[in-house]
């Protein structure tokens, strides 16, 4: 790690220097995908598919509403309204029979033009995409996973961020592969796209960097984010997916027994961004982040509000929105620590506070 940041730092190529085409042909060979572009965060990468499809105002945008804000907010950002959709209580990931809702009863209000659905890979585990690609045909949609969460996941053999028309993650440093500040990536398979992509993210430029064609923005990822994400990507294939799995394969077999702990349905692989139980109620989950904090014992809570109940979404009508699952889970769910690296005998320790506190 140290030598590839000091070979960035000797070759002064810190913006959209070589490091960052060697960066994205990698990645896109470890996703399975034809393009992917480098940018300065997750949130800038849905912002750019967004400005891609050219989403604007009249436009709807279907988002689950259990998910982090950036999810909804670049839709505002385009000028479009997002329509909030309930998520499943066992997987956390959108709801399809409320994605078919929400769209049928925006379609009988007349007044957006549904446009396209962001499916978020909550927590590390891939939506269902096979069921929301039905409805996307149905409706004739864009799909775009939000795979901030989710890289390294699948569904079979085929890989997170390979399954929206066009897809996007994060390298926030939480995030299953992440670098020592914000960057992004964009995937796609299409041609066309990625070239928009490539000139949207650095000003809308043309053939030359100074023959501006369009209005676009500043978001580059830095040189040496890109180093360290190649010497991150190599950690991760090599053993971190895999040594995540196993903390969280054990994790569900000495905690399944007192508590209800995250589902991963047949066929589907996690890259357990979080690991996140669900509790009774909002008393319990107080109780036991109390009780672990007396510890040590560090613990976090993914989402407590919900998207719908968001104050900058308050013009939107709550009616329109409900999502009673996400309010459910806003209440409910605590998250432990889980890494490629805790121990064994952290592991035992925080699972015997949580068994010692719910008996």
């Known amino acids: 790690m140290d030598k590839a940041i000091l070979d960035v730092v000797a070759s002064s190529a810190y913006v959209m220097g070589p490091k960052i085409k060697e960066m ?110 039905k409805v996307a045909e149905k409706h004739n949609l864009f799909v775009l996973e939000d795979g901030a969460q989710g890289f390294g996941g699948r569904i079979g053999n085929r890989k997170a961020c390979t399954f929206g028309d066009i897809s996007t993650t994060s390298f926030f440093p939480a995030k299953p592969v992440g670098c020592y500040g914000d960057g992004g990536a964009v995937f796609t398979d299409n041609d066309e796209w990625a070239a928009l992509l490539d000139s949207y993210h650095i000003h809308g430029k043309g053939s030359d960097r100074y023959d501006n064609v369009r209005i676009g923005m500043n978001s580059r990822l830095d040189s040496i984010q890109a180093a360290i994400l190649m010497v991150k990507l190599k950690a991760f294939a090599a053993h971190e997916l895999e040594d995540v799995n196993k903390v969280a394969a054990r994790y569900t077999e000495l905690l399944h027994d007192v508590v209800k702990t995250p589902i991963v349905p047949e066929g589907f692989y996690s890259s357990w961004a979080q690991y996140t139980l669900q509790l009774e109620n909002k008393e319990v989950r107080s109780g036991l982040q109390n009780a672990l904090k007396a510890l040590d014992i560090p613990t976090a809570i993914y989402y407590p509000i919900p998207m719908h109940r968001q104050t900058a979404f308050n013009y939107l009508s709550l009616d329109e929105n ?37 008996k």
């Not at 309010?327 to 605590?334: E, H, K, R, S």
Request: aromatic letters at 8%; proline letters at 5%.
């Open 24 to 133: 994205e042909t990698a990645f896109a060979e470890y996703v399975g995908v034809k393009h992917c572009v480098a940018c300065n965060s997750g949130t800038d990468a849905l912002l750019l598919a967004l400005k891609v499809w050219d989403v604007k105002p009249g436009d709807a945008v279907f988002v689950p509403s259990f998910t982090f804000f950036a999810s909804a907010e670049v839709i505002v950002m385009q000028g479009a309204t997002p329509v909030f959709v309930d998520v499943d209580k066992d997987t956390f990931n959108m709801d399809v029979a409320d994605l078919e809702r929400k769209i049928e009863q925006t379609l009988k209000r007349g007044k957006l033009t549904p446009r396209v659905i962001i499916a978020v890979d909550l927590f590390g585990l891939p939506a269902d995409f096979k069921a929301i690609r």
């Open 322 to 358: 409900r999502c009673p699952v996400s309010d459910q889970l806003a209440d409910t769910v605590i998250s432990l620590p889980v890494h490629p690296y805790l121990s064994e005998e952290d592991q035992d320790r925080i699972c015997e506070a949580v068994r010692q506190y719910l």
